[in-house]
């Protein structure tokens, strides 16, 4: 789903934004099919989990996943995996009983929007060890959560009350043309507050925490999610590509982290509003035999997270094909 009025829906992201409501209607099969199809009391909705295929979902719903499978591959929106995503809501709607029955309840855009900007980060090449680290805790133990307590050790000297956020190095990310190491992605795994300190070992408390922390985790200064990130689209030609897909992936769809080689030095900054595009294949023309480059297409659209000078990390805001790494970046979106 598109990031439609962009400027309107991150002005209003704030923090109390109203979650999304669905509500199911009593079933009513689709013609042909009876009670008997459908499992006994299944609870809606089913919640997508990580991994999850098509017949997995299926399978939540019906007794015989192949049979509704069939019915289920004529409404395209569900029957793509790569526009379904982790804490989309599927559920049986009778409304839509001639495609299957089945339809989809995506998160909100600025609630995804915030959920990026907090966790990830990107970081050059020569910050990755931070400005300190956690050495242990008080009570020993090897994981840590909000409100524990831990013993942190600093290259600087924090002030009581100051907050760092703890973080771990993720994967390297390279200019694809270049082989150039332009940074890091991380990930953002909560953030502590200081409190006092013997010696050079500091104590501090666990404030928020998005994942377990552990001994070594490092510790950067807290960086402030802005809820007021205006969308901007820029009038200057760019040209990049795309030169990192999440994990290592092989593709990337709507809702995922993505770099790109256009940073700063472009002029780009948290909220610049990009298109991808797909190389036109290289086809042979059936009446002159000879080859022919096919034009360009857009596939999707990002919006810059975290620039740094000579990369940026963003996030897919709206896919139509499956995004790889050497796709096209252009300043060709549209509001």
């Known amino acids: 789903m598109k990031l439609q009025g962009l400027a309107a829906l ?9 979650p999304l409501q669905a509500h199911a209607a009593p079933v009513t099969m689709p013609a042909g099919v009876t009670q008997d199809d459908l499992k006994p009391d299944f609870p809606q909705p089913y919640i997508v989990k990580k991994g999850d295929t098509l017949w997995d ?10 049979k509704w499978m069939k019915i289920w591959e004529r409404n395209l929106y569900i029957s793509n995996p790569d526009l379904i995503y982790p804490g989309n809501q599927i559920w049986f709607n009778p409304e ?27 970081i050059q090449p ?44 993720g994967d390297p990310v390279k200019d694809p043309r270049t082989g150039k190491l332009v940074g ?7 953030q502590v507050e200081v409190s006092t300190h013997e010696g050079d070992i500091y104590r501090g408390v666990v404030l928020t925490s998005f994942e377990e922390m552990s001994r070594g985790d490092r510790l950067k200064p807290a960086h402030v999610v802005s809820t007021r990130i205006v969308p901007e689209y820029p009038q200057q030609p760019l ?7 999440r994990n290592d992936a092989a593709e990337a769809g709507q809702h995922q982290i993505i770099g790109i080689n ?13 298109s991808i595009h797909r190389a036109g294949r290289l086809v042979n023309d059936p009446v002159t035999g000879k080859q022919v480059r096919l034009p360009e ?6 919006i810059v997270l975290v620039p740094q000078q000579d990369a940026s990390i963003a996030l897919v805001t709206e896919s139509t094909n499956p995004i790889n790494v050497g796709d096209t970046v252009r300043n060709q979106a549209r509001p």
């Open 10 to 18: 991150l002005l209003a992201c704030a923090l109390t934004a109203v």
């Open 57 to 66: 979902i299926a399978a939540h719903f019906f007794k015989d996943p192949e």
């Open 96 to 122: 839509q009983k001639a495609t299957g029955g089945l339809s989809t309840v995506r998160p909100r855009p600025e609630s995804v929007l915030l959920t990026a900007l907090a966790r990830q980060d990107f």
């Open 126 to 169: 020569d910050a990755i060890k931070g400005v300190g680290h956690i050495v242990n805790s008080s009570d020993q133990r090897i994981n840590y959560g909000a409100n524990d307590h831990l013993y942190l050790k600093f290259d600087t000297s924090p002030s009581e009350g100051e907050v760092f956020d703890v973080f771990r190095t």
């Open 184 to 190: 890091y992605l991380i990930n953002d795994l909560g």
């Open 239 to 245: 040209s990049g590509e795309v030169m990192y897909l």
């Open 262 to 274: 256009l940073g700063l030095r472009d002029h780009l900054r948290a909220g610049t509003v990009l």
């Open 297 to 302: 297409e857009k596939i999707g659209e990002i």
